[in-house]
């Protein structure tokens, strides 16, 4: 049986910290950690599971509004980091709340959890998380209809921390990128990435034809022929 661990612990960049947890949850490890003050750049893993479950503490320095960008930003790094492992066949796409699919099934999440506050206020602390199925939910897939996982789409000589290794260093490229030019490049990356773009689709609890993006990454979902605006701050989960 494979696990986690295959190659040895992963080997994080600087700025990050790794931690394994064992026998709890990476998310319910970093909630913890960043409200007892954790620094930010500590990176919450399970080193056991056959799938990705990692957790990353984060300190925002922006409103809440603009800090949801996270969302999008980890989710392009986590593409990225797969398109630099796995075969040129396997296409990930993102959900606009979260979800993370392979070749057209969901194989994952992505979440975001920081403590309420106002929208123009500064969150004490933010996680994000990321679930990511190697292994099928099923063997032959029938009990889970429009799932998949890596190794269903082809990806089996992955393992779990190599991929979380080379995430990690996308994410910080992403986050410099994001301090020093602004969102243009996360922008113009993540569009091509969204799933159900100029589909019609339920997000955020409203249905409509998603038409696109606005600057900040918000949702634009057209509605009886009225446009309305969601902002990324929606997919914020409380602890």
Not at 54 to 76: I, K, N, S, T
Not at 91 to 120: F, K, S, T
Not at 189 to 205: F, H, N, P
Request: proline residues 8%; hydrophobic residues 45%; contains cysteine.
């Amino acid at each position: 049986m494979r696990d986690g661990m295959s190659g040895g612990a992963p080997d994080f960049p600087p700025l990050l910290t790794g931690r394994a947890v064992a026998g709890e949850a990476p998310r319910a490890a970093a909630i913890r950690a960043a409200q007892e003050g954790a620094d930010p750049g500590l990176v919450l893993y399970d080193p056991l599971s056959e799938d990705l479950h990692v957790a990353m503490v984060f300190a925002p320095d922006r409103p809440r509004a603009e800090a949801a960008v996270v969302l999008p930003l980890c989710g392009v790094a986590l593409q990225n980091a797969l398109g630099s492992v796995a075969p040129p066949e396997v296409a990930l796409h993102l959900g606009w709340e979260g979800a993370v699919h392979i070749n057209g099934g969901q194989a994952g999440r992505i979440a975001m959890i920081a403590p309420p506050c106002a929208e123009d206020d500064v969150p004490d602390w933010m996680v994000v998380t990321i679930d990511l199925h190697f292994v099928p939910r099923s063997a032959d897939g029938g009990e889970t209809p429009g799932e998949t996982s890596l190794y269903a789409e082809g990806c089996g000589d992955l393992t779990p921390m190599p991929l979380l290794e080379s995430y990690a260093r996308h994410l910080l490229h992403w986050l410099h990128d994001w301090e020093t030019d602004g969102l243009s490049a996360l922008h113009r990356d993540y569009s091509g990435l969204v799933w159900q773009l100029g589909e019609d689709v339920t997000l955020a609890g409203r249905s409509g034809h998603f038409l696109g993006l606005d600057e900040t990454l918000g949702a634009l979902v057209k509605q009886d022929g009225t446009t309305h605006l969601l902002p990324l701050s929606l997919m914020m989960e409380q602890p």
